[in-house]
């Protein structure tokens, strides 16, 4: 079974930075990718950031130069999301997810595996 556990949330003021952190446990397919989503109060879940196995990248506008989401693909499956010069609108709960598949654009492919979340504050 695998999981996902995210961790480094925390409160910044704008301008700040943060690095969230998200390990996988758990017996992993070959081609794995991976995102960040977040969701604000009163707002839909919307993605952030993704990466495909090969290391693909994709952002969505909003955050486009200021985070940056990478991975690990060790024994144990990590991803990072470095979050610089934060701004208010930043402020949601985080989650990072996960599928098994080449690209996160493939028609079929689906996140499968989701974290419990981490929050992230950001005060002006």
């Known amino acids: 079974q695998v999981q996902l556990e995210e961790s480094g949330g925390g409160s910044v003021q704008a301008g700040g930075s943060l690095t969230l952190s998200c390990v996988v446990s758990g017996d992993t397919a070959r081609y794995f990718s991976m995102g960040w989503f977040r969701q604000a109060p009163g707002k839909e879940r919307e993605v952030v950031a993704s990466?495909?196995?090969?290391?693909?990248?994709?952002y969505t506008d909003s955050v486009k130069g200021r985070f940056t989401i990478s991975k690990k693909d060790n024994a144990q499956k990590s991803s990072y999301l470095q979050m610089n010069s934060l701004i208010p609108q930043d402020t949601a709960m985080y989650y990072c997810a996960a599928g098994e598949g080449f690209t996160v654009v493939a028609p079929n492919f689906e996140y499968n595996y989701w974290g419990q979340g981490t929050q992230v504050t950001v005060s002006s």
């Open positions: 990466i495909d196995s090969d290391g693909t990248t994709r």
